[in-house]
């Protein structure tokens, strides 16, 4: 049977823009609730115990996250990391889903996470921004864990949440995944996702869609990102619009899947209620 129609909500990169009491109703018509991470603010003497109550408030909101490079020692140094990552996974109570496979039978649907603290590029070593357990591993051993858990999956489709998206989008400053701060450096998307993807692609596995954050919407410099890019059928989503809440206010992505399709949409929920909607894929 073809599996049914579910609507995803994703909160991108939250950098602090993220309150329980104004989220929660946003986010309560959907039955799967995803974050790409960075929950801490750029800035700040405080920006780890705002970190902590992010992922406390993500918790609350059933909302399954993964950590991203300013939830580790992009942020946070010498004592602090690895003390911190750790009490981050602690406050997202079982809700973080790196590394993971999470059965959603009532979805017909798996989520499988990708690598957490992820910086980007193949220049950067997972070894340079390394998980707590896992100092070893290199993009190899990722990339290989990432498709075990692929394959691993039951649900007649699979949607993979990561922080950053692979290689192989783009190069230019614009592109989806593409190096805005450092022109030379170009595809800024991580290789062990790009390598597990491509052997799930030849493996025939039901990815219907990956949705990433990391690089912002608004480039350094000016201009706008590529938000959205189809590759051999499979919804590739960057929902890292930052900052999400504004004076337009209150940024949520939301994921439709049609059986084995997926769509995207980009809401603004205004203070007044008023909900303006834009296609984004």
């Not at 705002?50 to 909302?63: F, I």
Request: glycine share 12%; hydrophobic share 40%; proline share 6%.
């Amino acid at each position: 049977m073809t599996p049914g129609v579910v609507e995803i909500a994703v909160l991108g990169d939250l950098h602090g823009c993220l309150s329980a009491a104004e989220d929660a109703p946003l986010l309560a018509p959907y039955p799967l609730r995803l974050c790409t991470g960075d929950l801490a603010p750029n800035g700040g003497r405080h920006r780890f115990d705002e970190a902590l109550r992010q992922a406390h408030d993500l918790a609350a909101l059933s909302t399954w996250t993964i950590l991203g490079n300013h939830d580790g020692p992009t942020c946070f140094t010498g004592k602090r990391f690895p003390k911190s990552y750790v009490a981050l996974e602690e406050a997202l109570n079982g809700f973080h889903v790196a590394l993971r496979r999470i059965e959603l039978p009532e979805l017909d649907l798996t989520l499988v996470g990708g690598r957490p603290l992820t910086f980007g590029s193949s220049e950067s070593s997972p070894t340079k921004h390394p998980v707590p357990g896992r100092e070893d591993w290199g993009h190899a051993r990722y990339g290989e864990e990432i498709l075990a858990l692929l394959r691993q999956a039951r649900g007649s489709r699979i949607v993979v949440l990561a922080h950053d998206g692979p290689t192989g989008l783009g190069s230019q400053r614009h592109d989806i995944y593409g190096c805005d701060f450092r022109a030379e450096a170009g595809d800024w998307g991580d290789p062990d996702l790009r390598a597990a993807l491509d052997v799930a692609r030849a493996d025939r596995l039901p990815i219907v869609a990956v949705i990433a954050g990391h690089m912002h919407h608004h480039l350094a410099g000016g201009g706008q990102r590529v938000r959205s890019v189809r590759e051999a059928g499979v919804l590739h989503l960057n929902a890292a619009l930052v900052p999400r809440v504004g004076r337009d206010g209150r940024a949520l992505f939301v994921v439709r899947l049609e059986g084995l399709h997926a769509s995207a949409r980009l809401e603004w929920h205004r203070g007044d209620g008023r909900v303006d909607a834009e296609t984004v894929a």
